[in-house]
Structure formats: C-alpha cells, structure tokens
C-alpha cells in the first residue's frame, strides 16, 4: 500500500474510547495512528504506515479519499453526542447524525461498515489483517433521547438491510401552530385555508427503497376534509390524496426511492379549507424494503 489508510469512526458516546482503542492497537503494530485536519500533508497521506482516523466522509472527500474501513460506533447515542459537544439545536443534532451514517453506509460495497452497537464489550473487531481491537461496552440510554435513539438504530448492525425498520415519534415531527390546541399532543387544528399541517422529520436516509407507514387519528369534521400524505425526498414525493369518510385511526402507506442520500419528509397537507377539523399524529413506521 503507497499511501495512509483511513478509518471512519462515527460520533457518538463511545467514539472517544473506540479512537483511543484504534490508536493504540495502531501504534503497537508499529503504524501511525494520525487524527483527521484539513491540515494534513503529502508526508502523512502517502506514508504506507499511517492510519488517520477520521469522524465522516466528508474528511475524506476533503482529500478525495476512500475508507479502508468504517465503524459506526454506536448509532443510538450518537444524537446525544452531537448535542452536547457541537449542536445547540436538537433537531439540527438528529439532521446531522442521521447525516454522518447516511453517508457512510454508501462507502463502496467492499469496504466493510461495522455496526459497534451490536458488538458484546470486548468482542474483537478486526479492522483488516494484523489490526484488531475489542469492543468497548455501551453507555446507559438516557430515558429523554429514546426517540432519538430508536431512529439512529437502523445503524445498529452497519449499512440498514432490507427488513430494517424503526418507529419515528410523533414529538420528532414539527407541527402547524397558528390555530394554537389545547387538546393532546401532537394535535392540530385544521380550521383555514389549504397547508402543510405536519412536516419532517428530516432524517437522512441511505440509498435504497423505503416504506412509511403513517397513522393519523381525524375527528368528526375532518373525516370529510381532503388530506394530502406525502412521503419523499427534495421534491420527488409519493402523495396519496383522499377524504378518510369516516373519524378515527387512518392509516396510509407510502414508498419511495433513494438513490443517494437524501433527508426524508413525510407531510400531513390540508388541501381545501375547512371550517373546522382536527388531526394528530399517532405512529410513523419506516421501513427498508429494496
């Protein structure tokens, strides 16, 4: 090999002791463990014995690089690190992280992409031939980034396969607040003109074909009311429009494709008037299913 090679070690709570562990089996198989700067110089990137450790691809495309490897070190607190060290706001932390794996999953089919998570503390985790290090265990899961933590763990096991699916919570989308509700959560109030009443929750998703599945539950007035479901990326949506005919649970299901990474909406539209009506939020189920 005539240059460094990169690891990829995703935020997260765990990613401090994951670096120092990577460090240090570099160093003691006689390799230079370097940390990723824009700084870094044709001495560090052409030496063979060089490992820069990295924190998401856009430090490789920097330098118009590839990973060797990636560790997505724990998905579920990685929401929680972002907040606390770098974002100040909660949503941009979610968009962010959701980000960082996104991307990572769509490194080349031969570099491998470990899910840290899944590993037992202490299992051995080689990064390629002669360079192995255990697993270092999980931190608690705070009770107040549980949401959070339910979307990021379709990177529990590395790239999402077919078959993966969370549960996105209905306090991770944003709502429509000029008819301010006194009732439940999450509700809103339909009375006005036509609107996106609910919207988001922006999380970027890998390259694939992904299934959501909303359940809304509509009054008496707004069982008559047309409603848009959209569920897309940029401005490529699936949108299913229909009066629901009766109150209730309404569930719809929408599919669409990714073929890079992209940040999902779903939206819950208003598309006439209406004098009166409310609408709330009661599950969203994303899944992967190509």
Same mark, same amino acid.
């Given at each position: 090999?005539?240059?460094?090679? &990169? ?5 997260? /709570? ?7 562990? +990577?460090?240090?089996? #570099?160093?003691? #198989? ?5 940390? &990723?700067?824009?700084?870094?110089? @044709? ?31 724990? @998905?579920?607190? $990685?929401? /929680?690190?972002?907040? *606390?060290?770098?974002?100040? *706001?909660?949503?941009?932390? %979610?968009?962010?992280? $959701? ?9 080349? #089919?031969?570099?491998? +992409? ?55 919570? @209905? ?18 109030? %339909? ?9 988001? @929750? ?7 074909? &992904?299934?959501?599945?909303?359940? +809304? ?17 940029? /401005? ?15 569930? +719809? ?18 598309? /006439? ?18």
């Amino acid at each position: 090999m005539s240059r460094a090679r &990169w690891v990829v070690l995703t935020p997260s /709570q765990t990613e401090p002791e994951w670096r120092r562990r +990577v460090a240090d089996a #570099a160093a003691a #198989a006689g390799l230079k463990p370097v940390p &990723w700067s824009a700084g870094l110089g @044709p001495d560090i990137l052409k030496d063979p014995k060089a490992v820069v450790l990295a924190q998401e691809m856009g430090h490789l495309r920097h330098f118009g690089e590839t990973p060797d490897v990636v560790v997505l070190t724990d @998905p579920e607190s $990685s929401v /929680q690190r972002l907040y *606390q060290t770098v974002l100040a *706001q909660f949503p941009q932390a %979610l968009w962010t992280a $959701s980000q960082i794996h996104a991307e990572a999953c769509e490194a080349p #089919a031969h570099v491998p +992409v470990i899910g840290g998570a899944a590993l037992p503390p202490g299992a051995p985790v080689t990064l390629w031939s002669g360079l192995t290090v255990a697993a270092p265990p999980l931190p608690p899961r705070p009770r107040g980034e549980r949401a959070a933590a339910e979307v990021m763990s379709l990177y529990r096991h590395g790239r999402p396969a077919v078959g993966a699916r969370v549960r996105i919570a @209905p306090k991770l989308f944003l709502y429509d607040t000029r008819n301010p509700v006194t009732g439940p959560r999450f509700e809103v109030d %339909l009375t006005g003109r036509p609107r996106i009443v609910v919207y988001g @929750p922006y999380v970027t998703l890998p390259p694939g074909r &992904w299934r959501a599945e909303a359940k +809304v539950w509509i009054d008496d007035d707004a069982a008559s009311i047309a409603l848009g479901f959209d569920w897309g990326h940029h /401005q490529q949506f699936d949108q299913h429009v229909e009066k629901p005919g009766k109150p209730g649970l309404h569930a +719809v299901t929408m599919v669409n494709d990714w073929s890079e990474s992209a940040s999902g909406e779903f939206r819950l539209v208003l598309m /006439q008037g209406a004098i009166a009506g409310k609408a709330r939020l009661i599950e969203f189920d994303l899944e992967k299913i190509n």
